[in-house]
Nanobody, 126 residues
Framework: LPQLVESGGDSVQTGGELRLSCQVTGYTYKWYCMAWFRQAPGEEREGVAAISSDGATTYADSVKARFTISKDNAKATLYLQMNNLKPEDTAMYYC????????????????????WGQGTQVTVSS
């Protein structure tokens, strides 16, 4: 089974930046869609950004123009560059992946994804 391992979470001040990484192992086929989600205490898990196998990206309105999702297929790694961080970005961040084309219909829906990492904590202080 594939394993997804996130890293890069940290505590930063408002306006700071972080780069999250998600290393994928144990899977040799092409993912149809990969994404980043986040979940704050007491809140539902929400989609932040997604990228399809052809490079098409989707972003939540709350992070547009601040976050950038990318991937390096050779390194089997997904990234999330987060700039101009705000306290409301504080959450546990998870990467997710799925190999089914239907995921593209709702790329920011957590229900569509089969494989998940354990998460990395991002804390933004004011």
């Amino acid at each position: 089974l594939p394993q997804l391992v996130e890293s890069g979470g940290d505590s930063v001040q408002t306006g700071g930046e972080l780069r999250l990484s998600c290393q994928v192992t144990g899977y040799t086929y092409k993912w149809y869609c990969m994404a980043w989600f986040r979940q704050a205490p007491g809140e539902e898990r929400e989609g932040v950004a997604a990228i399809s196998s052809d490079g098409a990206t989707t972003y939540a309105d709350s992070v547009k123009a601040r976050f950038t999702i990318s991937k390096d297929n050779a390194k089997a790694t997904l990234y999330l560059q987060m700039n101009n961080l705000k306290p409301e970005d504080t959450a546990m961040y998870y990467c997710a992946a799925d190999s089914r084309p239907l995921v593209a219909n709702r790329p920011l829906s957590a229900r569509e994804y089969t494989y998940w990492g354990q998460g990395t904590q991002v804390t933004v202080s004011s």
